[in-house]
């Protein structure tokens, strides 16, 4: 089993930056992260992800030149560098982790609220 715990979420203005934090804990070898949003009224949506080596690594064209998502894989800790932020980025991210191999992301932290102001 996989835990995973969000930190470094909170309010920033728009243009700021903010950095987010997964701590994984369990059985966490050779497991592939990813950062997804949900904002209200809308469906969630995946942000970034990176695999477990760090070789492979998705950007939503949303983010993309803006968020930066590495890992630290002898610190079980997973970042989401959040640069030159806009209100539109005003969301809950969460955390979350599948198997090498596995299409779909099975471990899910609690969330972390993301406010942008203009």
């Known amino acids: 089993q996989v835990r995973l715990v969000e930190s470094g979420g909170g309010l920033a203005q728009a243009g700021g930056s903010l950095r987010l934090s997964c701590a994984a804990s369990?059985?966490?070898?050779?497991?592939?992260m990813g950062w997804f949003r949900q904002a209200p009224g809308k469906e969630r949506e995946s942000v970034a992800t990176?695999?477990?080596?760090?070789?492979?690594?998705y950007y939503a064209d949303s983010v993309k030149g803006r968020f930066t998502i590495s890992r630290a894989n002898a610190k079980n800790t997973v970042y989401l560098q959040m640069n030159s932020l806009k209100p539109e980025d005003t969301a809950v991210y969460y955390c979350?982790?599948?198997?090498?191999?596995?299409?779909?992301?099975?471990?899910w932290g609690q969330g972390t609220q993301v406010t942008v102001s203009s």
């Open positions: 369990g059985r966490t070898f050779d497991l592939g």
């Open positions: 990176i695999s477990w080596s760090g070789d492979s690594i």
């Open positions: 979350a982790g599948r198997r090498s191999g596995s299409g779909e992301f099975e471990y």
